[in-house]
């Protein structure tokens, strides 16, 4: 890839050759079939349990609690966020999703929204979101 100039497999898959699937439609040799009617999914909801560790780099920092805030206003608050305990380190959240795929992505945006406020608040994040349901976890 280095050699034709690609800088990544994005800008390579553009120059690779694949089948068209469409291209018996466009000649006109191949038998045109009526699409069939999808029922559009209803979108699942689950109840997840998140456990959040926030401690700073320094024992001198006091951005800890301002990190807490941020990650509930911004990445816990669109979820319906409810605190579930006293010391504010577990939380319920629903999400809604259409599959499992679409689910393990949403979470994974927002674990990563939740470390990068928590690192530019110098601050260490432990966080586990839990699904008691299918009893999946997501770190």
Not at 90 to 112: A, F, P, Q
Request: net charge negative; aromatic share 8%; proline share 5%.
């Amino acid at each position: 890839m280095e050699y034709v100039g690609w800088k990544d497999v994005q800008s390579a898959i553009r120059y690779i050759d694949a089948p068209d699937p469409f291209s018996q439609y466009r000649s006109g040799t191949g038998k045109v079939s009526v699409p069939i009617e999808r029922d559009e999914q209803q979108p699942l909801q689950s109840l997840l349990e998140v456990l959040l560790i926030l401690e700073p780099y320094s024992k001198l920092s006091k951005r800890t609690e301002k990190a807490k805030n941020l990650i509930e206003r911004h990445c816990l608050s669109p979820w319906a966020m409810k605190k579930i305990d006293s010391e504010g380190r577990k939380y319920e959240i629903t999400v809604e999703y259409i599959d499992g795929d679409l689910l393990d992505e949403i979470l994974d945006e927002l674990l990563h929204q939740m470390h990068q406020i928590a690192s530019a608040n110098q601050c260490m994040l432990e966080v586990s979101i839990y699904d008691p349901r299918t009893n999946k976890h997501w770190d």
